[in-house]
């Protein structure tokens, strides 16, 4: 599954996107985090109502695409304490483009099974999606970092044991919980460059291209394509 987009239409040759009536009912406490957001993604504010003890309903004209991946961020941001829900209200002229977040991603460079020793050195350049145990391979997408490059490492790399050091060495090293997505929000969270793979049993966030020779090879090309445009 490749990242959602919504359905358009070209009128008079001009595009044309489906926008949303979004409404939010949520403590005051969360006005910041939620206005900076969706004001990143074309949202226009429409109203503000406060009741008096300390809540507060937010109105908001948006397009759709604005709105992929909003229902994770809400539910993380308010931490059950808010409800949203939104209506289609019609075409407008497509206009401006989505912020989106800079990061990258940590990518399985072997097939195997992800080890701790693995996940360790992975967890010290971002956050991982899996646990030991878990099976990879080349091309799968084990987790995220805050710069926008992204770096293929092997989670599948035993520690090399020597007469002075043994496994137990580092039995105070404790890996930081896995980052566990919903369907919903690892859809949310894919590049124009990657798929979600679902199976009976799981799902697993994958590069469209698993070689990393063949992904750069693109990347090349399409850099190629624009200074000759």
Request: proline share 4%; hydrophobic share 35%.
């Amino acid at each position: 599954m490749s990242k959602p987009e919504p359905v358009v239409k070209i009128v008079n040759g001009e595009l044309y996107e489906p926008y949303e009536w979004l409404t939010i009912d949520t403590s005051e406490e969360f006005i910041g985090e939620l206005s900076e957001y969706l004001s990143a993604r074309l949202a226009q504010l429409q109203d503000m109502k406060y009741d008096g003890a300390g809540n507060v309903r937010l109105e908001y004209i948006i397009p759709t695409r604005g709105l992929l991946g909003f229902s994770a961020f809400f539910l993380e941001t308010v931490r059950g304490n808010g409800v949203e829900h939104s209506v289609f209200t019609g075409f407008r002229l497509k206009e401006g483009g989505i912020k989106s977040s800079v990061f990258g991603v940590l990518v399985a460079s072997e097939n195997g099974i992800a080890v701790t020793n693995g996940l360790l050195i992975a967890q010290g350049r971002g956050d991982t999606f899996i646990e030991p145990g878990t099976p990879v391979y080349i091309g799968m997408i084990i987790g995220k970092h805050p710069r926008e490059e992204d770096i293929v490492i092997n989670v599948c790399k035993e520690k090399k044991l020597t007469n002075m050091r043994s496994s137990n060495a580092d039995i105070t090293k404790r890996l930081s919980p896995a980052i566990k997505f919903t369907l919903e929000e690892a859809l949310a969270f894919i590049s124009s460059d990657e798929l979600v793979e679902v199976t009976p049993e799981t799902f697993r966030i994958r590069k469209k291209e698993l070689s990393a020779i063949g992904r750069v090879r693109k990347r090349r090309g399409t850099s190629e394509q624009t200074i000759s445009q």
